[in-house]
């Protein structure tokens, strides 16, 4: 388990991680700071357990990071540890190679199952440069869906097509 870890410590996603560990573990009083109410209207801060996955969050944000430009990308790539999207792109396929070789679980490391995809609302459309990106690079798929439609009456109507 140990070295496997520390194959992922060259990414930014080992400091991501530290990171995400640090403020998520503070037992709610970074949102009790902001006001924001917990188990049931009474904020309460104390220990409590956390799991969370640092794989899956910095795939989610390099996904969202090979589409954005500007100031927006300069602050993923600098969150995620990664000087360009190219390098981010490359960083994210080897952890992926590592993590699922070929589906089989490798000796002292985690069994991890990868699903990734791009939604978008079905009005607009995906440049095809991010879309063949997200594919190649990330092994994302994307799916044009109606977030306008109302779910409720979707659901009933039984137009899962989704």
């Known amino acids: 388990m140990e070295a496997w870890a520390r194959s992922f410590a060259g990414s930014g996603m080992a400091a991501l991680s530290m990171r995400l560990t640090k403020q998520l573990s503070t037992g709610g009083d970074h949102l009790a700071a902001a006001g924001v109410q917990q188990n049931g209207g009474a904020s309460k801060a104390g220990p409590s357990n956390l799991v969370f996955s640092p794989l ?13 430009r500007g100031r927006t990308q300069s602050e993923l790539l600098k969150a995620l ?7 981010l792109a490359e960083s994210v ?10 589906g089989t ?5 985690p069994r991890v199952a ?42 009933r109507g039984r137009d899962l097509s989704i």
């Open 56 to 68: 899956s969050i910095y795939s989610a944000l390099s996904v969202v990071a090979a589409g954005a």
């Open 114 to 155: 990868h699903a990734c995809a791009v939604w978008h609302e079905r009005a607009r459309t995906v440049k095809p440069a991010f879309r063949d990106a997200a594919a190649a690079s990330f092994k994302a798929v994307t799916r044009a869906v109606d977030f306008l439609r109302n779910v409720s009456n979707t659901y």
């Open 105 to 109: 679980p490798q000796r002292g490391g």
């Open 93 to 102: 396929a080897k952890m992926m190679a590592r993590a699922l070789p070929d």
């Open 81 to 87: 540890g990664a000087g360009s999207r190219e390098e």
